[in-house]
């Protein structure tokens, strides 16, 4: 999976963002050859699926064809706006197979950070600046921070 980027939605409880991964691999090779597609969720900290799957993305089942020793970590991308369920700690990549079988447990990403979460917890942020000018600059670091990651 690739990096998770920062958290574009000020909300608590609420993320948004693009979840990017790469093809399928198996020990030292990559193939999607019994691949149909890629289901996206949302796990806890035991790696159990909470809730629905957020996204369905079809294999590209040419993607084997190439270069099968590099895993391209952006190949896959699905771009959520979501509320986060209670325990929310992942996001985790099921491959569905063609028989449609889904894989019990996928790649997993980094842990999901709630930038509300983190502003309003985090000792760094509470013990310094006043309630007022974290309310300002917080919103004006993610949009930098956004704006940045485009170019």
């Known amino acids: 999976m690739g990096p998770l980027p920062v958290d574009m939605d000020m ?4 993320w948004r963002g693009a979840v990017t991964w790469g093809p399928n691999q198996f020990e030292a090779t990559i193939s999607e050859s019994s691949i149909e597609a890629y289901h996206l ?6 790696l159990q699926k909470l809730g629905e799957n957020l996204a369905v993305v079809e294999a ?4 084997n064809l190439f270069n099968t020793s590099t895993c391209d ?6 771009n959520l706006d979501l509320e986060l369920p209670a325990g929310a700690a992942f996001f985790m990549v099921v491959p569905l197979t063609k028989g449609g079988l889904e894989m019990n447990i996928g790649t997993i990403s980094e ?8 502003a309003t917890t985090s000792d760094a942020w509470c013990a310094g600046p006043s309630s007022s000018f974290i309310a300002w600059v917080l919103p004006f670091l993610v949009w930098s921070i956004g704006s940045a990651a485009r170019v």
């Open 11 to 14: 909300r608590a409880r609420r």
């Open 41 to 46: 969720y949302v796990v806890n900290d035991r």
């Open 111 to 118: 842990r999901i950070e709630d930038v509300f979460a983190i």
């Open 60 to 63: 590209k089942l040419w993607a």
């Open 73 to 78: 970590r952006h190949y896959y991308v699905a």
